[in-house]
């Protein structure tokens, strides 16, 4: 998965129909690891209409053994920031770990599955319910986007996010012409869909996996810890060193990545 041009040639064949859940293991066959995907087992249930005094701050906190990670909450998608902060407040994050790591592409955590002593089930946790889509066109995935992941359209045509699993982009830089075209094929299943101007610098200069546009719900962004993203994006994995492994675990760091997410009530976002 470290080299572009391979990485180019799978996303731009995954963008037509991101199907199947990468750790449900009657989608080995189909699932692409190009997809942050949440598997549809065993569940840590609790009450979604529980009341929860929500931190007020839209900044949390991602401490990990590989440093710390600050994350903005977005506006704009209210019922996935409300949710994230009411798990956050129930400390439902605190020892899973991220559990599915690609490098040139994301780090995907919040499974409470990944808490237990069995690898095998990771991916496949979760609250017990589904977050309504808040797919929006001014929110793409360039580097550092924050996004909930979900199980694949054949079973969840309305896009539903998992209830806790999300992942944070790492990506890569795109040439302009690789862009055109993820830009055409989104544009043949999103009618009239265009990239302005400010996205395609950012994804041809920055980097981001713009082929999940549209598909996955953005919810927040990266700002503070990149080179800790970069860090744990580029963490020993089965599938890096060429081990056999079950699809399950192929991409779960040899060496356990913990997490724990707290609220930053004070936070002062930099001037830059």
Not at 131 to 155: C, M, S, W, Y
Not at 218 to 241: H, N, Y
Not at 253 to 261: A, G
Request: charged letters at 25%.
């Amino acid at each position: 998965m470290n080299h572009i041009n391979t990485n180019f040639f799978i996303i731009v064949l995954s963008i037509a129909a991101l199907v199947g859940c990468a750790n449900n293991p009657e989608s080995e066959s189909t699932a692409s690891s190009e997809e942050p995907d949440e598997g549809q087992s065993a569940e840590q249930t609790i009450n979604p209409d529980e009341e929860i005094m929500l931190p007020a701050t839209n900044y949390f906190k991602i401490i990990t053994p590989n440093g710390d990670m600050v994350i903005r909450l977005y506006d704009d998608t209210p019922a996935h920031r409300d949710n994230f902060k009411k798990l956050v407040a129930q400390n439902y994050y605190d020892g899973t770990k991220f559990h599915r790591v690609i490098e040139s592409f994301m780090i995907q955590g919040g499974d409470p599955n990944s808490k237990d002593d069995d690898p095998m089930n990771d991916g496949q946790g979760g609250p017990g319910y589904t977050v309504p889509a808040e797919i929006q066109a001014p929110l793409f995935h360039k580097k550092g986007a924050l996004a909930a992941a979900r199980t694949g359209d054949q079973i969840n045509p309305e896009r539903e996010s998992s209830g806790s699993q999300f992942y944070i982009v790492q990506g890569q830089v795109y040439p302009e012409d690789m862009l055109e075209r993820i830009e055409k094929q989104l544009g043949d299943v999103v009618d009239g869909f265009s990239y302005p101007e400010e996205f395609r610098e950012i994804y041809t200069t920055v980097g981001g996996t713009p082929s999940l546009d549209m598909q996955y719900t953005v919810f927040g962004e990266l700002v503070e810890g990149f080179d800790v993203l970069d860090q744990i994006a580029q963490a020993p994995t089965a599938r890096k060193s060429g081990d056999p492994a079950h699809p399950a675990v192929i991409d779960r760091p040899v060496e356990d990545i913990d997490m724990t997410i707290v609220a930053l009530e004070d936070y002062e976002p930099s001037a830059n």
